[in-house]
């Protein structure tokens, strides 16, 4: 691996850069606090960096600190690595900065941003389910985003609400890039988790870029009557309801037509068929209630 260099104030990118910010980073550049929460391979702590910007305050960052014998017994050091490699390119507002990474002999150490109003699955869980200018304003964030990450040829293939943190602001920030994939060609892979995977990942064919309108489809669904369309008790059920596109709207809670319309132009078997992301932004549900800040502030 080699050693991420990039500071979270970003000083290389100004006037100032010198050799001195290239410099390795380890545990000691940083005041730990309190814990965030805790991961399958570690812990996540709110962090300070210690080395003094010229202009702004110290750094407040998130910690995440990873076992190296954990990610080898589960043997997805493949997949940390594509991860850090991906989302420390990225920057969006609604992708979480992965600002660099470090290591010691035992663990491995993610530097990232600070999402100060943590996870939005709790928040879901919460409230059961999300009002139409709620959820409308995540979905038109998340379809920036991944218009973003299309843009670079990244797709994320595992959109789901315990991947999505939400910042200071109520901004939704997409976090986990553990599944993503840079891709030049078609994948066949099978990842993520089943609920939120298209027909043509459960059936292991070709798959591209359309697999994240699908995931952003069954979310919004989610979002609206707090839980995914095809759940059901077993793998087995939620498998052939995903194949077959089974998707119903209960009558309750009550939902506008036109997030019916939307999610069922999203959950379409045929990839191609399914409504690009830029006309996402342009559908009358949207329009009507997305902020268009591009944040919910409750
Ligand atoms: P993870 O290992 O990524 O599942 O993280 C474990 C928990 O730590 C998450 O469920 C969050 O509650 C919290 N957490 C992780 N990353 C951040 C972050 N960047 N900002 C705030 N909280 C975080």
Redesign the pocket.
């Known amino acids: 691996m080699a050693i991420a260099t990039e500071s979270p104030d970003e000083r290389k990118a100004t006037s100032e850069s010198t050799a001195a910010d290239k410099k390795r980073w380890t545990l000691n550049d940083f005041d730990i606090g309190k814990p965030?929460?805790?991961?399958?391979?570690?812990h996540?702590y709110l962090a300070r960096e210690k080395r003094v910007s010229t202009a702004k305050s110290n750094h407040i960052v998130?910690l995440?600190v990873l076992f190296k014998t954990q990610l080898k017994q589960s043997q997805v050091e493949h997949q940390l690595r594509r991860e850090v490699e991906i989302q420390s390119h990225l920057r969006h507002p609604n992708i979480?900065r992965l600002y660099g990474y470090f290591y010691d002999q035992k663990r491995v150490y993610l530097i990232?941003?600070?999402?100060?109003k943590?996870?939005l699955y709790k928040e879901l869980q919460r409230c059961m389910y999300f009002s139409e200018r709620r959820a409308a304003t995540y979905v038109a964030s998340l379809a920036r985003a991944l218009i973003y990450c299309h843009g670079k040829h990244v797709i994320h293939r595992d959109i789901k609400p315990e991947n999505l943190?939400v910042g200071a602001q109520g901004e939704l920030k997409i976090?986990?890039f553990g599944w993503s994939v840079h891709t030049f060609n078609r994948r066949k892979t099978l990842c993520g988790t089943l609920d939120y995977l298209p027909p043509e990942m459960v059936e292991s064919v070709e798959h591209d870029a359309n697999v994240d309108i699908w995931s952003l489809g069954v979310l919004c669904y989610e979002f609206l009557y707090g839980v995914p369309p095809f759940e059901a008790k077993e793998h087995s059920d939620t498998y052939k309801r995903i194949v077959q596109v089974d998707l119903k709207f209960p009558a309750k809670p009550i939902v506008s037509s036109a997030a019916k319309d939307l999610i069922s132009q999203m959950l379409v078997k045929d990839s191609s068929q399914r409504l690009p992301l830029h006309k996402l932004l342009e559908h009358p549900w949207i329009v009507q209630y997305a902020d268009p800040s591009g944040v919910y502030r409750g």
Request: hydrophobic share 50%.
């Open positions: 965030l929460g805790r991961g399958k391979f570690g996540v998130a995440k979480l990232l941003e600070y999402a100060a943590g996870e943190l976090a986990d």
